[in-house]
């Protein structure tokens, strides 16, 4: 049986898509306003991949001028979610887990933080982490949590939508994976558990 769970927020907990206005609107907005040396169709792509990739990511992507770099990083890093945000259909599956659980979420650590507060779900975890990806990654994360709480990776299930990120990080360190993929983006990704939602999440973490 599983009995810690480091868990993923965005598109995990929640969807973004479902609360694209207060989370990004803003955001958006902001952007407009910048040269970010890409063309309209760019930025609408864009705009769409910031739903569910962190935002540095698609900004190398895409080729956003390194010259507006530093303003938007500063407007990010003292950016706050300030509109309730609602969690997914499926957060009760999450929420319904025994035993100790602890968000780890790559990003900016105010607006990560101001999430969690807007949710409204704080207290169901111990520990809310926001891993600064420019200069560490989860993988990383995850060793610092296991070695500071004494955990054992064999009673750990980490639950996320990325497959490239916390679910290819827990592979590489022994530990069980559960990704969820609604859209079935990753359909050849390895990972131990997988589900389209969170309805066989209690199973895999052996707790029915």
């Not at 770099?69 to 319904?96: A, C």
């Not at 995850?142 to 054992?152: C, E, G, Y």
């Not at 609604?182 to 131990?192: C, G």
């Amino acid at each position: 049986m599983k009995r810690i769970f480091f868990i993923d927020l965005d598109n995990t907990i929640y969807f973004t898509k479902a609360n694209e206005e207060q989370l990004m609107g803003e955001l958006y907005r902001f952007l407009e306003r910048l040269d970010l040396g890409i063309s309209k169709e760019d930025f609408q792509l864009a705009k769409q991949e910031m739903l569910r990739v962190p935002f540095l990511k698609v900004a190398k992507k895409y080729g956003f001028r390194e010259e507006v770099m530093p303003e938007v990083i500063s407007y990010l890093e003292n950016r706050e979610v300030t509109q309730p945000l609602k969690p997914s259909d499926d957060y009760h599956h999450i929420k319904s887990l025994i035993g100790r659980k602890f968000i780890i979420t790559a990003g900016f650590p105010k607006q990560q933080q101001s999430k969690v507060k807007m949710l409204g779900i704080a207290d169901d975890f111990e520990e809310v982490h926001v891993v600064d990806v420019s200069i560490t990654n989860k993988k990383e994360a995850f060793k610092m949590f296991i070695d500071r709480h004494h955990l054992k990776k064999e009673e750990i299930l980490i639950i996320g939508d990325d497959a490239e990120s916390e679910i290819k990080s827990g592979l590489e360190l022994g530990i069980s994976t559960f990704l969820l993929d609604p859209e079935n983006l990753h359909p050849n990704a390895e990972t131990t558990f997988r589900g389209n939602d969170l309805s066989n999440l209690r199973a895999a973490a052996g707790q029915e």
